[in-house]
Structures are given as C-alpha cells and as structure tokens.
C-alpha cells in the first residue's frame, strides 16, 4: 500500500474508534482518536490535490461517519461530490446526521474553514 492509502487507512480507522468512543460515552478517547484522524488529514493535505483525492475515496465507504468525515473535510475541494454525501447523512437522525448538517450550514453560511487552502 503506498502511503496516500496508509494515510486514508488511518483517517477511517481513527474516526471510526471516534466515533465508538463518543458511543460508549468515553469522550476522551474519542477526542485522542479525532486528533489522530485530523493529523493523518493533515498529512494528506501536504500532498496537496493527490492527497485530497485519495481521501475523496472514503464518500464510498461503507460506513456513515467515515463518509461524512471525509465529506466535510473536503467541501472546498470536491464541492459537488462532498455535499451530496452530507445532504444524504443528514437526512437521518443521531449524532452523524447532526454532525452532517452542522457541516453544510456553515458551508452554506460562509464559515466553513476545515480546508482552508
């Protein structure tokens, strides 16, 4: 595996241990996990538009909050494709759904800054 995909690997793998932490009411761990995930965005995001992409892959996964976490972090990037997935996530109830909309709202309000360059 080359480490673009090592890189996304990990993102999915730190936002899903996030996203089990905060289910189980560990806030703390869950916090270390997202830290962990925005640094292997972070790293991505130093390969510029090819790190971007490969992320962009993650709109497929299989899992909600893997989806919705890449499609966030990507709006300025890949507009189109980043909000369709929330628009879709949001459409249910819970925590991603929530977290979904709260990602285009500030998107749509103009204060989206989550990729700023």
């Known amino acids: 595996m080359d480490e673009l995909g090592k ?3 990990e993102f ?3 936002t899903v241990a996030q996203t089990e932490a905060v289910m189980r009411g560990d806030a703390r761990t ?3 996990h997202a830290d962990k995930s925005l640094a292997a965005f972070d790293r991505l995001r130093a390969h510029g538009d090819a790190g971007r992409d490969a992320l962009a892959t993650l709109f497929a996964d299989p899992r909600m909050d893997v989806r919705t ?3 966030a972090l ?3 990037h890949k507009t189109a494709e980043a909000k369709a997935v929330l628009e879709e996530a949001a459409k ?4 991603i759904p929530f977290e979904a909309q709260e990602a285009l709202k500030r998107w749509e309000e103009g204060t989206w800054a989550l990729d700023p360059e």
């Open 7 to 9: 890189l996304v690997g």
């Open 12 to 14: 999915a793998h730190h």
């Open 30 to 32: 869950g916090n270390k």
């Open 69 to 71: 976490a890449a499609a």
């Open 74 to 76: 990507l709006l300025r």
């Open 92 to 95: 249910g109830e819970g925590l």
